[in-house]
């Protein structure tokens, strides 16, 4: 019988693991794909069946980028949905900002760790942590260092993308300095990011109401009716379809009551 030497069994060996690993790899993004397909139309039902699929992906490589932000991103999904976005903050959102925020942050900062520039991760992370800080309300998350974390965050995706996400990144800067009490707020600073949020982000419903809002804080009566005039006017982009009609009924509310 011809003997294997040990530099043939140590290839016979490497390659044997190769083609696991290779099968293993086709077995994550098989999950992966599978849980993308659930979220072809964003419900509650199908964000909740596509964190399932990516967790089952992530149970057999835990630190993969690509499960960790999409299981982010389908948590953020779901409170996109049950709070409209906080297009209006209720006490009655902060159990669920606190339990589904936390899991979405959890995630988005495992993707964020693997690759911190990586436009995805800075996306859901910015997205996920603006939800969890505010289970916590505007001043109890400034007393706890939430905004030096958000300003960080939002400023890191403005660099990598500035458009992504409908302009996340500046319209997270904004939401904060119109939100925030003074000395840390600032209407101003508000109304120049929501600005750039536009600029990036045109077709954003979003993004106009909340640029509307820094005019109608600011007493410019005219501009803020023209940017809640275009929310009812112009259909939502592609990441708002989900949560855009109640955008559009707080404008309508705005305009219906001159509240500008």
């Not at 098989?30 to 039902?45: N, S």
């Not at 706890?144 to 302009?167: P, R, T």
């Not at 982000?201 to 809002?213: I, M, Q, R, T, V």
């Amino acid at each position: 019988m011809k003997r294997i030497s040990l530099i043939q069994l140590l290839m016979l060996v490497g390659a044997i693991m190769l083609l696991s690993n290779d099968g293993v790899a086709a077995d994550i993004q098989t999950l992966i794909q599978k849980g993308d397909e659930r979220l072809q139309e964003i419900t509650e039902a199908n964000a909740k069946e596509a964190i399932a699929v990516y967790e089952a992906a992530l149970k057999i490589d835990p630190e993969n980028y690509e499960a960790n932000w999409k299981t982010s991103k389908a948590y953020c999904l779901i409170l996109d949905l049950k709070t409209a976005g906080l297009i209006e903050e209720k006490e009655e959102y902060k159990p669920l900002l606190k339990e589904l925020g936390e899991k979405a942050e959890f995630f988005a900062d495992k993707a964020y760790i693997r690759n911190p520039k990586g436009v995805e991760a800075l996306t859901w992370y910015n997205s996920s942590y603006g939800y969890q800080a505010s289970s916590m309300g505007i001043l109890q998350a400034i007393m706890k260092g939430a905004g030096g974390k958000l300003k960080k965050l939002a400023n890191e995706l403005i660099e990598v993308d500035d458009a992504a996400l409908d302009a996340l990144g500046y319209r997270m800067l904004g939401r904060f300095y119109l939100s925030a009490p003074f000395p840390v707020g600032s209407k101003g600073k508000a109304a120049e990011y929501l600005e750039k949020a536009v600029e990036k982000a045109p077709g954003s419903l979003f993004d106009h109401y909340w640029l509307g809002e820094a005019y109608r804080m600011k007493k410019k009566s005219e501009e803020a009716r023209r940017e809640f005039q275009f929310v009812l006017d112009h259909p939502p982009s592609a990441d708002e379809k989900h949560f855009s009609e109640p955008t559009k009924q707080a404008a309508q509310r705005r305009l219906s009551r001159n509240a500008y």
